[in-house]
């Protein structure tokens, strides 16, 4: 499982000491037809024949059971995304038992919602209802033997694929309310969240929290690839965004909660948190994460070495190596699997370079690109997030790219 690396990017770590980042992998995924809600598959998540006639699956073997993700093609839209959800839930395995949690809302991503959570190692765990003003789908979350741990990791690669459904309608931009704004620049930062993993033992799960401010009361956890800074990005980009206000403080005293309102929640559902905020020179400390600003490369700053980063989709997968050198020289190779086209390769080399938060290619055939570039550590280049994906590097420097 990856980003969150759709939309939040997101790390895991079994121990606080190790973070593990979670790539796509090159898989095979199921056709979808061009009226349907495209998204990510999980990592690892094969196609599969579906239990459930008129749905697409992929499914994953645990090493203690088995997890499914099915699909359902577009839906009417004259009934209610409830009532869509319980017809579809009772021809399901598992769905007398009763839900342990359920809601609706709206999603970052301008997605309505409706979700149901059921409890047990059997039968259906999640269960949601989306419509995006274009087209409507159920996506479900089957287990079977699952033991508790790999039903907490089932979920959270279904909570992935929910967010990384693309809109098929416009979405506004988050409009700051009046009292929001007064930060500016890019932070990050390591959370760690602790949570029981239902076999007695506590799980810590590690963020790598990116927020991008703007001074306006916008935020974007995703460097911007354009001109324009946040505020443009958040106008094509919504779902990467939000809104921030600074409250407390007053005479002598200066603002001690932060309100974010987000897509933070399960599936990218919009939420609003108070959380407690401190400022400390050029540092921040949110909700008791230290975030430092993340620097940016002085002119005429290169790198040097080679990133892997991939994404799975349903209509295929792409891996890539990107290799920079010091001499402002670059090597990209593109390994991308298409449901209908098959495996392509493909490799360009061309000059970059390196401005703010950005990461221009001119390619040797004249054309131009512009992609979102942070390093979370800014003493170290072993991870780059470009464009909201995480790339690592790898072990080996290959050199200078010819």
């Not at 979350?141 to 690669?157: E, H, I, T």
Request: charged share 25%; net charge negative; with cysteine.
């Amino acid at each position: 499982m990856p980003h969150r690396l759709a939309a939040p990017f997101r790390a895991r770590a079994a121990r606080a000491c190790g973070v593990i980042l979670w790539l796509a992998a090159v898989a095979t995924a199921p056709a979808w037809a061009a009226e349907e809600l495209p998204f990510r598959w999980p990592s690892g998540w094969m196609p599969e024949a579906a239990a459930v006639a008129g749905m697409k699956q992929a499914g994953r073997d645990f090493e203690q059971g088995h997890a499914a993700i099915l699909a359902s093609g577009p839906l009417p839209r004259e009934e209610s995304l409830e009532a869509a959800l319980t017809r579809i839930l009772a021809g399901m395995p598992g769905a007398a038992s009763p839900p342990d949690a359920r809601g609706a809302g709206v999603t970052a991503g301008g997605h309505r919602l409706a979700f149901e959570r059921r409890a047990g190692s059997e039968g259906v765990l999640d269960a949601v209802a989306m419509d995006d003003g274009v087209s409507r789908v159920v996506l479900l979350l089957q287990g079977r033997a699952l033991a508790p741990r790999r039903a907490l990791m089932a979920r959270d690669a279904f909570d992935l694929a929910v967010r990384s459904v693309r809109p098929g309608s416009d979405v506004p931009a988050p409009v700051p309310p009046e009292d929001a704004g007064g930060l500016n620049g890019a932070f990050t930062g390591l959370r760690f969240v602790h949570r029981p993993n239902g076999e007695g033992d506590t799980e810590v799960l590690a963020d790598i929290w990116v927020l991008l401010f703007d001074r306006s009361g916008l935020f974007s956890r995703v460097a911007p690839a354009g001109d324009g800074g946040v505020a443009a990005h958040c106008r094509v980009r919504p779902a990467d965004c939000g809104t921030y206000s600074l409250l407390g403080g007053g005479w002598l005293r200066s603002p001690d909660r932060i309100r974010l309102r987000d897509g933070a929640a399960r599936y990218g559902l919009v939420e609003v948190r108070d959380l407690p905020f401190l400022r400390q020179d050029a540092a921040l400390r949110i909700d008791g994460t230290a975030l430092t600003a993340a620097a940016v490369p002085p002119a005429g700053a290169t790198l040097q070495g080679s990133w892997t980063g991939g994404t799975v989709s349903s209509e295929g997968s792409v891996e890539q190596q990107l290799t920079l050198g010091t001499d402002g020289r670059f090597r990209r190779e593109v390994e991308t699997l298409d449901i209908r086209q098959g495996r392509t390769t493909s490799i360009t080399t061309g000059a970059y370079q390196l401005e703010g938060y950005q990461l221009l290619l001119e390619g040797d055939d004249g054309a131009r690109e512009s992609h979102g570039l942070l390093q979370p550590d800014p003493g170290s280049d072993s991870v780059l997030l470009i464009d909201g994906e995480a790339y690592l590097k790898r072990a080996a420097d290959p050199g200078t790219p010819r």
